[in-house]
């Protein structure tokens, strides 16, 4: 099966600094990757995704890479808020039978510091 | 006001007993999904359910029961055999299984077995 990991665990930065989260996954037949930001006692909410077809996406202050022959891809948020802090969870969605279901990496603290 | 509720958002329970956490959503999605989310862990997939009466095991669907009898509603039962059933435990939807079908988190229950 599909195996994600996600790095840092723990990000602290200054607020208005730029943070980096990466992620690597195992299946190259993966072809969908989402990240979500799930904060404090809440469900996860996607924030933005990228198809394997698409190297980069960008929405405002938030964007993402994807590499797909290093089988691995990044979220970048710039400009970092207090309100960016949370947790964040980047996926990776392989095909099970005729669905496909997402695998998660184990999440990133990001700690904005005003 | 549609979305995915989650009830209780807090629940305990003693050790040996089973215990059902709701799930429901209005947005008469078909795909249904149960996570288990711990510390420093990703989200694990418990059961899912693409369609009414009709579920399928994740990977971590020993000691866990599920039932799709409406397509509003994807209850949870944590059994007895559950060996270590404290966690926060997270339902989803989305519109069906597909690559891109985003999915759509509730806010979670957190079930401590004392």
């Known amino acids: 099966g599909e195996n994600v990991e996600q790095h840092p665990s723990t990000l602290s930065v200054q607020e208005g600094d730029s943070a980096v989260i990466k992620c690597t996954y195992s299946?190259?037949?993966?072809?969908?990757f989402p990240w979500y930001k799930q904060e404090l006692g809440k469900g996860p909410q996607l924030i933005i995704d990228i198809r394997s077809n698409v190297g980069e996406k960008k929405d405002q202050r938030i964007a993402v890479t994807l590499n797909k022959t290093a089988k691995h891809f990044s979220l970048h948020i710039t400009e970092t808020q207090p309100e960016d802090s949370a947790v964040y969870f980047c996926?990776?969605?392989?095909?099970?039978?005729?669905?496909?279901?997402?695998?998660f990496g184990r999440g990133t603290s990001l700690i904005v510091h005003p | 006001d549609g979305g995915i509720t989650q009830s209780p958002k807090y629940l305990f329970r003693k050790e040996g007993q089973n215990v059902t956490l709701s799930c429901e959503q209005n947005l008469n999605h078909d795909a249904m999904y149960w996570y288990r989310q711990d510390p420093g862990q990703g989200l694990r997939l418990i059961y899912y359910?693409?369609?009414?009466?009709?579920?399928q095991k994740g990977d971590i669907a020993e000691g866990y029961s599920v039932s799709r009898e409406k397509k509003e509603s994807f209850p949870l039962t944590v059994t007895s055999a559950q060996k270590n059933p404290t966690a926060f435990y997270l339902c989803?939807?989305?519109?069906?299984?597909?690559?891109?079908?985003?999915?759509?988190f509730g806010p979670g229950t957190r079930l401590t077995v004392l």
């Open positions: 359910s693409q369609i009414v009466n009709d579920f």
């Open positions: 996926a990776a969605s392989r095909r099970s039978g005729g669905s496909y279901i997402p695998t």
């Open positions: 299946d190259s037949a993966s072809n969908y």
């Open positions: 989803a939807s989305s519109i069906g299984l597909a690559l891109l079908d985003t999915q759509y």
